[in-house]
């Protein structure tokens, strides 16, 4: 990636990431466009006993962290951030 990423290790700390594996599943109907990916976060929460499901995640049920770690939100709130990168 261009810029880092920020991500927790199960006990909240956190640490960045610019290199990763690039899977490419597919996106059935092209929701977004040609050049997109997801970025694992991982699947530690704090409270990982109550309701803890990270969806599109390998093993979506959850692992026990603690310090309040929450991977399931860490994925900018479901939502969408801007990186570049480049394919080699």
Not at 44 to 51: A, E, G, P, R, S
Not at 57 to 69: D, H, M, Q, R, S
């Amino acid at each position: 990636m261009d810029g880092d990423v920020l991500q927790h290790a199960s006990n909240n700390d956190p640490y960045y990431r610019r290199t990763f594996y690039l899977y490419d599943n597919g996106a059935v109907y092209c929701q977004k466009g040609m050049y997109w990916l997801d970025v694992h976060m991982g699947r530690y929460k704090h409270d990982w006993t109550y309701n803890c499901y990270c969806s599109g995640t390998p093993n979506p049920v959850c692992e026990p962290g603690t310090n309040y770690v929450n991977n399931c939100t860490d994925a900018v709130q479901y939502g969408n951030q801007w990186r570049g990168y480049t394919q080699y």
